[in-house]
């Protein structure tokens, strides 16, 4: 038994759930969690993740670094709740990092940190990682939330990442799949897979969350889901339309989740991601198509929702007649509604729909 540790099982809407905590009450600390459709593969899951259990329980009790020092701070940002309120996947990444900076610049001190030249230090260490922008970027965001919270503990006075600026920048507000597209890439897929493409692209659910919603998340033609960006506090409320219907129609009931593969297993978000790839690669080989669909990536389907969804409001006859918008005047939207993905995409499309 672990001491200090306690362990308790809830019966939730939906499935069971196994809570690990060590303490009690409101200063009580997370360990782990293991939930479940039913309390026996809630038991199961615990049985299989007593090695994560044991390692989170010897996390608390291992002596922490001096805040003296950055590795100090990063060890007590790792053991903060508002580290381990962050879902597992985030946790498993942002703890990658947080090892890359420890191993790079854990030494440095307080005095260091807070001292004149501590932005332009910390601008050398990051353009170490020149080479990956997008990891560079990454390990400084993971410092940025390290150093508020050393800031929001009293562990230092000063901010020396306020000066420093992102490395990767891309756009890809104009990168959509098209109906023409989707329906070549699903030709070149097993029915499932191509099953799940298209289930993406009407949805503009992301791929953890496409391969894990369950058919009772639809009720009276809307479909609900609670995202597990934020561990199910952001809903996402999808109008099952007459495309989305259809496919919901022509989808067999194997399992409780809505995408499965043929056996009724769902699938993982890694073969959805290489199912496409696969799909691409097929179609690229065949005479003229090389280039198709050069630079998209699965998470475009998204996107592309997006943008779909804000063609039609920005196209719709009530919405521009109660804006006082006539037919040709396109420049409208961009003043008055706010950017989101693709919006310059559904200005094109708007314009060609007056036409």
């Not at 360990?31 to 039913?38: E, G, I, M, R, V």
């Not at 026996?40 to 010897?58: D, R």
């Given at each position: 038994?672990l001491?200090?540790?306690?362990?308790?099982?809830?019966?939730?809407?939906?499935?069971?759930?196994?809570?690990?905590?060590?303490?009690?009450?409101?200063?009580?600390?997370p360990?782990?969690?293991?939930?479940?459709?039913?309390l026996?593969?809630?038991?199961?899951?615990?049985?299989?993740?007593?090695?994560?259990?044991?390692?989170?329980?010897?996390a608390?009790h291992?002596?922490?670094?001096?805040?003296?020092?950055?590795?100090?701070?990063?060890?007590?940002?790792?053991?903060s709740?508002?580290?381990?309120?962050?879902?597992?996947?985030?946790q498993?990444?942002?703890?990658?990092?947080?090892?890359?900076?420890?191993?790079?610049?854990?030494?440095?001190?307080?005095?260091?940190?807070e001292?004149?030249?501590?932005?332009?230090?910390?601008?050398?260490?990051?353009?170490?990682?020149?080479?990956?922008?997008?990891?560079?970027?990454?390990?400084?965001?993971?410092?940025?939330?390290?150093?508020?919270h050393?800031?929001?503990?009293?562990?230092?006075?000063?901010d020396?990442?306020?000066?420093?600026?992102a490395?990767?920048?891309?756009?890809?507000?104009?990168?959509?799949?098209?109906?023409?597209e989707?329906?070549?890439?699903?030709?070149a897929?097993q029915p499932?897979m191509?099953?799940v493409?298209?289930?993406?692209?009407?949805?503009?659910?992301?791929?953890?969350?496409?391969?894990t919603?369950?058919?009772?998340?639809?009720?009276?033609?809307?479909?609900?889901?609670?995202?597990?960006?934020?561990?199910?506090r952001?809903?996402q409320?999808?109008?099952?339309?007459?495309?989305?219907?259809s496919?919901?129609?022509?989808?067999?009931?194997?399992?409780?989740?809505?995408?499965?593969?043929?056996?009724?297993?769902?699938?993982?978000?890694?073969?959805?991601?290489?199912?496409?790839i696969?799909?691409?690669?097929?179609?690229?080989?065949?005479?003229?198509?090389?280039d198709?669909?050069?630079?998209?990536?699965?998470?475009d389907?998204?996107?592309?929702?997006?943008t779909?969804?804000?063609?039609?409001?920005?196209a719709?006859?009530?919405?521009?007649e109660?804006?006082?918008?006539?037919?040709?005047?396109?420049?409208?939207?961009?003043?008055?509604v706010?950017?989101?993905?693709?919006?310059?995409?559904?200005?094109?499309?708007v314009?060609?729909?007056?036409?």
């Open positions: 038994m001491s200090g540790a306690h362990r308790e099982i809830k019966q939730l809407a939906r499935q069971v759930a196994i809570y690990w905590r060590y303490g009690r009450g409101a200063g009580s600390v360990l782990a969690s293991f939930k479940a459709p039913t026996q593969e809630a038991l199961e899951m615990e049985s299989q993740g007593a090695l994560e259990l044991a390692e989170a329980w010897t608390i291992r002596p922490m670094p001096s805040i003296a020092y950055l590795s100090g701070m990063l060890a007590g940002f790792q053991a709740k508002k580290f381990l309120r962050m879902a597992t996947s985030t498993a990444e942002w703890s990658r990092c947080i090892s890359q900076i420890n191993a790079d610049i854990g030494t440095m001190t307080r005095r260091q940190l001292a004149d030249t501590a932005t332009a230090r910390l601008i050398a260490w990051r353009d170490g990682y020149e080479a990956t922008p997008r990891k560079a970027d990454y390990l400084v965001t993971v410092l940025k939330a390290t150093l508020k050393a800031r929001t503990c009293g562990w230092l006075s000063a020396p990442c306020a000066g420093i600026e490395l990767y920048y891309c756009d890809r507000s104009e990168i959509v799949w098209h109906a023409g989707i329906e070549a890439l699903c030709d897929m499932d191509a099953r493409i298209r289930f993406m692209w009407l949805t503009g659910l992301r791929r953890g969350d496409a391969v919603v369950r058919w009772d998340a639809i009720q009276d033609g809307v479909m609900i889901v609670r995202t597990s960006k934020s561990k199910g952001a809903k409320v999808i109008e099952v339309g007459p495309d989305l219907s496919l919901l129609a022509d989808t067999p009931r194997r399992s409780t989740t809505i995408m499965s593969g043929p056996t009724g297993e769902p699938y993982s978000p890694d073969s959805i991601t290489q199912g496409l696969r799909a691409l690669r097929r179609i690229r080989k065949k005479p003229g198509l090389a198709f669909a050069a630079g998209k990536r699965l998470h389907l998204r996107g592309s929702h997006a779909d969804m804000v063609a039609k409001v920005l719709d006859p009530v919405f521009r109660g804006m006082g918008w006539t037919s040709g005047k396109t420049s409208a939207p961009s003043r008055y706010a950017p989101v993905t693709a919006l310059a995409t559904a200005r094109k499309m314009k060609k729909n007056g036409e």
